[in-house]
């Protein structure tokens, strides 16, 4: 499936100001959260609505609303800094938690903290991993949703490899990437390049 790729000028100029090194931790964790809030009024267009009627102050005007519960899951720790511009367009949203840790030597993702809402298989979910890398995390992260029970599932992302695209075309070809810029390569250590560094390090100041 193809990603789906911002080009929205706000996007872009947040996305500039997040790869520079000068950019602090304070403005970096504001600009994650506002990307995550403008690409995700792309990501939320696929939930589940229905028609129905409100009453204004005059009188009774068709109306659509969500007929779907949301689910925003971040992959820990990174993935933190995307929740807050999500819960501001759905503040209703219930909120899950993947913990994995990349190991360094394999670039392998070890899982070591779980916990995701209930009757996941009802819910739209968005699954915020800001780096897709290699893609190895994603894969896994979207492969614990599915045997959680979640049939509905998006992934969002800051930056994408062309890597990282292909493998989660290949593991998962019902899951649309959505993200602000796709990078062409990876250096030996499995970072994006040119990238934006480490997003957890950059966002909580480590």
């Known amino acids: 499936m193809t990603p789906h790729v911002s080009d929205h000028p706000l996007v872009q100029d947040k996305l500039a100001r997040l790869r520079d090194a000068r950019t602090t931790s304070e403005d970096f964790r504001r600009l994650m959260a506002e990307v995550a809030l403008l690409v995700g009024t792309e990501v ?3 939930v589940r609505t229905r028609r129905t009627t409100v009453r204004t102050p005059l009188k009774a005007a068709p109306a659509v609303v969500l007929d779907q519960p949301l689910a925003f899951v971040a992959v820990l720790r990174a993935g933190l800094g995307m929740i807050p511009g999500l819960l501001e367009l759905a503040p209703k949203a219930s909120i ?3 913990g994995l840790y990349r190991d360094e030597r394999t670039l392998l993702p070890v899982q070591y903290y779980l916990r995701l ?7 739209y979910v968005v699954l915020c991993d800001p780096m897709l890398a290699t893609g190895g ?3 896994e992260s979207l492969r614990i949703l599915k045997a959680e029970g979640a049939r509905r599932i998006v992934l969002l992302t800051l930056l994408a490899s062309r890597r990282g695209l292909e493998r989660i075309r290949r593991d998962h070809p019902d899951v649309r990437v959505f ?3 796709v990078d062409p390569v990876l250096n030996d250590r499995g970072y994006i390049m040119p990238g934006l560094g480490d997003a957890g390090d950059r966002l909580f100041n480590t």
């Open 179 to 181: 993200t602000a810029a």
């Open 117 to 123: 809402p209930k009757n996941l298989g009802a819910h």
């Open 96 to 98: 899950g938690h993947i």
């Open 44 to 46: 939320l267009r696929g």
């Open 137 to 139: 995390s994603a894969s």
